[in-house]
């Protein structure tokens, strides 16, 4: 009788650890997200520095654009980090993927693109008007100004 109480007692014991114990949870960290690159595209020797916005940017490891690693990374916020963009060998849309040791990775895909000169030809327009027959060009960013090259081809630095 002495041992079947024991067990009882013992058995009632264990009920109680376990289903308190089963009962605890721990929330996981929030994802990483990352939405946007500004600017949003650069020649394909890099160079340019560039802001990647999104949330959750907290013990970052890591911040790719194309595979390749941003140079000078900071964190600036939870929201905000700045760095230089790698070169590439191939133009096109690239990922830019932010990786934390706490909240995992976070991808934006094909939110940077690499452009090779030839496609930023048409980015050089007159700025000012020395005198009659000579112009200072400006170099744009990609995407901005409506200047043509066939227009200032001959003036191109």
């Not at 067990?7 to 994802?31: E, Y």
């Not at 140079?71 to 690239?94: D, E, L, M």
């Not at 980015?123 to 200047?147: D, F, K, N, Q, Y």
Request: proline share 4%; with cysteine; charged share 10%.
């Amino acid at each position: 009788m002495a041992l079947s109480r024991a067990l009882a007692i013992v058995g009632s014991g264990l009920a109680a650890v376990v289903g308190t114990g089963c009962k605890d949870s721990v929330t996981p960290s929030a994802p990483i997200t990352v939405t946007a690159v500004s600017p949003a595209r650069d020649l394909l020797g890099g160079g340019s520095s560039v802001t990647v916005t999104g949330t959750n940017f907290i013990n970052v490891i890591s911040v790719t654009i194309g595979g390749s690693e941003l140079g000078n990374r900071t964190v600036v916020s939870a929201t905000q980090i700045t760095g230089v963009t790698p070169a590439v060998t191939s133009p096109g849309a690239k990922d830019v993927v932010v990786t934390s040791s706490s909240h995992g990775s976070g991808t934006c895909r094909g939110c940077f693109t690499y452009t090779s000169l030839g496609v930023l030809a048409n980015c050089w327009r007159p700025v000012s008007v020395i005198h009659a027959h000579s112009r200072v060009l400006a170099r744009l960013t990609a995407g901005e100004g409506t200047g043509k090259a066939s227009s200032v081809s001959a003036q191109q630095p």
